[in-house]
């Protein structure tokens, strides 16, 4: 996968895995991925280099307090399990996965559904649940939701147009 595919920078990376984790959606790894990705990018914290050694088998609160530490460290606003904008990072998460091979369409849709349950007008997510309706009801084939689930990541992922 190319960067140029996933329009993010590190630091929000780091959010979105971060977001993803705190929701309950997925393993730590990726947080500690992005932890790693940030440092070589060039950020630097004493908290942030303690996250990028640790390993998924260290105490989640342990590594909930090292994460918070880190973003302090970095001046970050730490993802908010009830924010409706959490749900959107960590959306935002998944499709990076996705473009990032490291998921399956039916993955990112079950677990985006998942995710927003009722409320997936309100954060961007209707199109998504769309295309998984569609799949499931067989009104289109596996390659056709690849395709338009590539085309949802790709836009989530973009930067709001500046006005």
Do not use: K
């Given at each position: 996968?190319e960067?140029?595919?996933?329009?993010?920078s590190?630091t929000?990376?780091?959010?979105?895995?971060?977001?993803l984790?705190?929701?309950?959606?997925?393993?730590?790894?990726?947080?500690?991925?992005?932890?790693?990705?940030?440092?070589v990018?060039?950020?630097?914290?004493?908290?942030?280099?303690?996250?990028?050694?640790?390993?998924?088998?260290?105490?989640?609160?342990?590594?909930?307090a090292?994460?918070?530490?880190?973003?302090?460290?970095?001046?970050?606003?730490?993802?908010?399990?009830?924010?409706?904008?959490t749900?959107?990072?960590?959306?935002?998460?998944l499709?990076?996965?996705?473009?990032?091979?490291?998921?399956?369409?039916?993955?990112?849709?079950?677990?985006?559904?998942?995710?927003v349950?009722?409320?997936?007008?309100?954060?961007?997510?209707?199109?998504?649940?769309?295309?998984?309706?569609?799949?499931?009801?067989?009104?289109?084939?596996?390659?056709?939701?690849?395709?338009?689930?590539?085309?949802?990541?790709?836009?989530?992922?973009?930067?709001?147009?500046?006005?």
């Open positions: 996968m960067a140029s595919r996933v329009n993010r590190e929000e990376a780091l959010v979105d895995a971060t977001a984790w705190i929701l309950g959606d997925t393993p730590v790894d990726t947080v500690l991925e992005a932890a790693v990705d940030l440092i990018a060039g950020a630097d914290s004493a908290a942030l280099r303690e996250l990028a050694g640790m390993s998924d088998a260290e105490d989640p609160w342990q590594i909930r090292v994460l918070g530490r880190t973003f302090d460290e970095l001046g970050l606003e730490m993802p908010d399990a009830g924010a409706t904008d749900v959107r990072l960590a959306l935002r998460e499709g990076a996965l996705l473009l990032h091979d490291r998921i399956s369409v039916r993955e990112l849709i079950d677990r985006a559904r998942a995710l349950g009722d409320a997936a007008g309100t954060v961007g997510a209707a199109e998504l649940i769309e295309i998984g309706e569609a799949l499931d009801s067989g009104r289109s084939t596996a390659h056709e939701a690849q395709l338009a689930s590539i085309d949802w990541a790709t836009g989530y992922l973009r930067p709001p147009a500046a006005s």
